[in-house]
């Protein structure tokens, strides 16, 4: 499966949300390797993500 740094942006931000320190270093590193329409749109998903896993 290739990878997306959009979807390992978005699941980062929601393990940091969800408290997981370590997950934060890494949803930055994510974040300064995509472009800012990726950037936008892996927020959203992560928005998406939080909402219907965090439960």
């Known amino acids: 499966m ?5 979807q390992a942006y978005a699941w980062w931000s ?4 969800s408290g997981h320190t370590k997950a ?3 949803r930055d590193i994510a ?3 995509l472009t800012p ?4 749109e892996g927020q959203a998903l992560a928005v998406e993500y939080f909402e219907k ?3």
Do not use: C, G, R, T
Not at 2 to 6: C, V
Not at 37 to 40: G, I, T
């Open 2 to 6: 290739p990878q997306s740094l959009k």
């Open 14 to 17: 929601v393990a940091a949300a």
């Open 24 to 26: 934060k270093k890494n």
């Open 31 to 33: 974040a300064k390797e």
């Open 37 to 40: 329409k990726s950037l936008s």
């Open 53 to 55: 896993y965090s439960n």
